[in-house]
């Protein structure tokens, strides 16, 4: 037990606590430990630089007289190494976006909270800059020149030449200086937290709440922006980032104003400049701390690079062709973290049921064959399915099914097309009818194929009221 924050505690509440119990710190140098006792539970806290805590305690307190939603320090110690901060509970942000993050499609509960987010992000970088002492910020006052240097060298040295990659470092340099330029020509009197990310977002009865802000300083609004949206394992699609972006300046013109084409072409500099900073301190406290954590983690940040580079960049053209041959280097290419679409494909009969989507996401396309003609209705048929060739030639003979399976085809393929886009993994079809043996069958029988012809991708058939279960495996 933390002899330290126990005697602050003792301090505080007059009682030593009954339980200590160490908490996760993820990347951080800082010990945080939840204390209980006296009918309360504190948040203690021991970190390693006594001018990093110094910043935390100056800037929780300021946030706080600002109304923001921040954790209120209780007591310091005089020497400032260790500290007590209000239990805010158990549930980051990370954590309550889990479903989403793992299957690509957020429920509306995840984008309500991701709304609420982005807003208060800027109304904490406009409002927590009033009456601020940046001086007060560690280890710089603001984002400038040297700050993008660190950054940039933290990649090349703690990444780029890590990965054994052979380049022409004077040539990288160039085009480092490039960027910083590009960097710093949106200076502006806002707080920038500089780790705003879902780890350090806590969710307290129904708010956002934010945390670990000690790195802060005065900065450009958009590498916050940059920070959250392009999170390694966040997984944002395309139409969620656009419109989380669209929801933040909408509050931020209420602050000031906003040129929205000229705000998104600048954040396309800085989510470049995160990615490779994020990949920085991966290679450092993974590669040479050995922190598991991060090693894990550099996957998902090489993937979101090869999303950027699909759009290349001609402002960088020599970096966009270092960065392009070490995605392909091959400790990166065998690790592919966007699982490739799996498709569905149900018959079933509506007597019993719609079928069960088991991937958690909802259910997707449900197609009422009732309505064509039914071979069913005639004896000859009746032992018959739709994968029978008298129950094929009478359905196609007829032709009513096949328009209705250009129809859904066009639905599907548009769909399916998307899916694959956006890197989601799971799509579902279901085709219904009377008994779940005749039209319904056939109709899968044909998406199935249609699907796995049209995308390559692996399609699961499962004629549920037949119990037969075909895969018809991924094309390369």
Not at 45 to 68: C, I, P, W
Not at 166 to 177: H, I, M, P, T, V
Not at 217 to 225: A, F, K, L, S
Not at 266 to 294: C, D, I, W
């Amino acid at each position: 037990m933390s002899q330290s924050l126990s005697q602050l505690f003792q301090q505080y509440t007059s009682q030593l606590p009954t339980e200590q119990t160490e908490l996760s710190a993820s990347g951080s140098n800082r010990r945080y430990f939840r204390l209980t006792g006296a009918g309360q539970s504190i948040i203690g806290v021991q970190g390693t630089s006594r001018d990093e805590n110094k910043a935390f305690l100056y800037m929780a307190e300021h946030f706080k007289k600002k109304g923001l939603n921040v954790p209120e320090v209780f007591i310091a110690s005089d020497d400032q190494m260790c500290y007590l901060q209000e239990d805010l509970g158990n549930t980051l942000l990370f954590d309550f976006i889990a479903d989403g993050r793992k299957t690509g499609v957020f429920c509306e509960r995840e984008k309500r909270m991701l709304r609420k987010t982005m807003r208060a992000l800027a109304r904490f970088q406009v409002k927590g800059a009033e009456d601020f002492d940046f001086y007060q910020c560690y280890p710089q006052p603001e984002f400038n020149l040297r700050s993008i240097q660190w950054d940039l060298n933290y990649f090349k040295y703690c990444f780029l030449k890590a990965t054994g990659l052979d380049f022409q470092e004077d040539k990288l340099e160039n085009e480092f200086e490039r960027l910083a330029y590009v960097l710093l020509q949106k200076r502006s009197n806002t707080f920038m937290y500089r780790d705003f990310q879902s780890r350090n977002v806590m969710i307290v009865d129904n708010e956002p709440y934010f945390i670990d802000f000690q790195g802060g300083r005065r900065g450009p609004v958009y590498y916050d922006v940059a920070s959250f949206l392009w999170q390694a394992k966040a997984h944002y699609n395309p139409e969620l980032k656009q419109e989380l972006i669209d929801i933040y300046l909408d509050e931020l013109r209420s602050y000031m104003d906003i040129n929205i084409e000229e705000f998104k072409e600048m954040l396309r500099h800085f989510v470049l400049f995160r990615t490779l900073q994020v990949l920085g301190a991966y290679g450092f406290r993974g590669y040479f701390e050995k922190k598991p954590h991060f090693l894990q983690s550099i996957p998902f940040a090489i993937d979101n690079l090869r999303q950027l580079l699909i759009e290349g960049s001609e402002d960088y053209p020599y970096l966009v062709e270092v960065l392009r041959e070490m995605t392909e280097l091959k400790q990166f290419k065998e690790v592919n973290v966007r699982k490739p679409l799996v498709v569905r494909v149900y018959s079933f009969s509506y007597k019993k049921g719609i079928p069960n989507d088991d991937s958690g996401n909802g259910g997707g396309f449900v197609f009422d064959c009732r309505a064509v003609n039914n071979p069913g209705k005639y004896e000859r048929y009746t032992y018959f399915t739709g994968m029978d060739e008298p129950v094929i030639q009478f359905l196609e003979e007829d032709g009513e099914i096949l328009t209705f399976l250009d129809n859904a085809y066009n639905l599907v393929d548009a769909s399916v097309k998307r899916y694959i886009d956006r890197g989601f993994r799971n799509l579902m079809v279901s085709f219904g009818c009377t008994g779940g043996q005749h039209r319904s069958v056939y109709a899968a029988e044909k998406m199935a194929r249609h699907i796995n012809d049209k995308f390559g991708v692996e399609v699961q058939l499962i004629h549920r009221e037949q119990n037969i279960e075909n895969t018809l495996p991924a094309k390369n």
